[in-house]
């Protein structure tokens, strides 16, 4: 558990160099660029010496849901989503959810199994069933979408379910620093504009004089 310290906060990154990003419905997950807002980051909660549970931004966990991501495709293309906490109780056996909008933590569609790869701060995130977390790429409807599904065989397929690791020392700062930058530049624009718009009245004006003169 290394590269995932209980309590601490990770950003993962997907071959594609897109981050593992929690959708503002605090429902969907898919993949973004932007790995500056606090939706790339996920909190590490230790479920045991072999799991981890990923909380995201909205305080819900990464969840292998069964439904598919793709109408008539129940096999492959497994749907990945943001779920909320439940209140547990240890008398339900372990399952994978099917409305996954309430669960408990005890549920194993909320944790996954680290597997570190031969490839430095690179792992692989399977669950219970032998699935594994997988970026995607390719015309609609797979675009950037995240799925959970078996593996491949050894070759390029696999580097899909590849994930490098990395650690936010402090969330919160680079969360508001972030913050700060986009207003900074949305500030910069707003003033340019302004900027630009009186030069244009000025030459306005300027010509206006001109065809007034005899």
């Known amino acids: 558990m290394e590269l995932f310290p209980n309590r601490s906060t990770v950003r993962l990154v ?12 605090e429902e969907s997950v898919s993949q973004s660029r932007d790995g500056s807002t606090r939706n790339s980051y996920w909190t590490v909660e ?15 966990y990464l969840t292998a849901s069964n439904k598919p991501s793709i109408p008539g495709m129940r096999a492959r293309y497994l749907k990945v989503t943001q779920t909320r906490l439940g209140n547990p109780n240890h ?23 680290p597997l570190v790869t031969e490839v430095c701060s ?17 015309p609609p409807p797979l675009g950037n979408m995240v799925t959970h599904d078996l593996p491949r065989k050894e070759g390029p397929m696999n580097k899909r379910i590849s994930w490098k690791v990395e650690m936010v020392e402090s969330p919160s700062v680079v969360w508001k620093q972030s913050e700060s930058f986009k207003s900074r530049m949305t500030l910069y624009a707003k003033t340019f504009v302004s900027e630009v718009h009186k030069g244009k009245e000025k030459i306005k004006g300027s010509a206006k004089g001109m065809i007034k003169k005899p």
């Open 46 to 60: 230790i479920v045991d010496e072999d799991c981890i549970s990923l909380k995201s931004c909205y305080g819900k």
């Open 122 to 138: 690179e792992v692989r995130l399977k669950t219970h069933y032998g699935n594994y977390l997988q970026s995607n790429k390719g």
């Open 14 to 25: 997907s071959y594609r160099d897109k981050y593992l990003f929690a959708e503002t419905d």
């Open 91 to 113: 008398n339900i056996s372990m399952m994978t959810v099917d409305d996954s909008s309430i669960t408990g933590k005890w549920n194993s569609a909320l944790q996954w199994i």
